[in-house]
């Protein structure tokens, strides 16, 4: 969900899903076919969340520059999206609860950029916290309930 944001200008790229201990035949053909330029200032292919090293190598062996953001939870790699997205001033909010709304809220990130950060429903995490900190004048957006 938080990788949503990065589909948007300027990448304006897809957003692939892959076994996370290896790279499937079918997602690394996809890979060369789309034949990703990358972003200026952005890698090739950026791989977002808990996706092992061999997953890296095996796109840098297709050629193509590897960008990883992952933190060491699921709330630190979306803030770190955010950071990617420079922060701007649209911020949504969505819970880990898988009934809180997450597939809207990958919907209008990727329609916008906006990035979306990930709460407990009970404790909002240091990091989206800290992510909110960032945004100067954040407009903050709570999906779901």
């Known amino acids: 969900m938080a990788a949503s944001a990065l589909q948007?200008?300027?990448?304006?790229?897809p957003l692939l899903l892959t076994d996370p201990n290896r790279l499937p035949?079918?997602?690394?053909?996809?890979?060369?076919?789309l034949n990703p330029a990358g972003?200026?200032?952005?890698?090739?292919?950026?791989?977002?969340?808990?996706v092992g090293r061999g997953v890296l190598a095996d796109v840098r062996r297709?050629?193509?520059?590897?960008?990883?953001?992952?933190?060491?939870?699921?709330?630190k790699t979306a803030a770190l999206?955010?950071?990617?997205?420079?922060?701007?001033?649209?911020?949504?909010?969505?819970s880990t609860d898988p009934a809180s709304g997450g597939a809207v809220a990958a919907s209008w990130s990727a329609?916008?950029?906006d990035p979306t950060l990930l709460t407990e429903k009970e404790l909002?995490?240091?990091?989206?916290?800290?992510a909110i900190l960032n945004t100067k004048n954040?407009?903050?957006y709570v999906i779901g309930g």
């Open 111 to 113: 329609h916008t950029g």
């Open 124 to 130: 909002l995490p240091g990091a989206t916290r800290q």
């Open 8 to 13: 948007h200008f300027p990448a304006n790229g």
């Open 62 to 75: 297709l050629g193509f520059s590897v960008e990883r953001l992952a933190g060491s939870s699921m709330f």
């Open 25 to 33: 035949g079918i997602v690394a053909a996809e890979i060369c076919r």
């Open 81 to 94: 999206v955010a950071q990617r997205r420079d922060y701007p001033e649209n911020i949504q909010i969505v």
């Open 39 to 50: 972003a200026p200032d952005s890698a090739q292919v950026v791989v977002v969340g808990s």
């Open 138 to 140: 954040a407009k903050i």
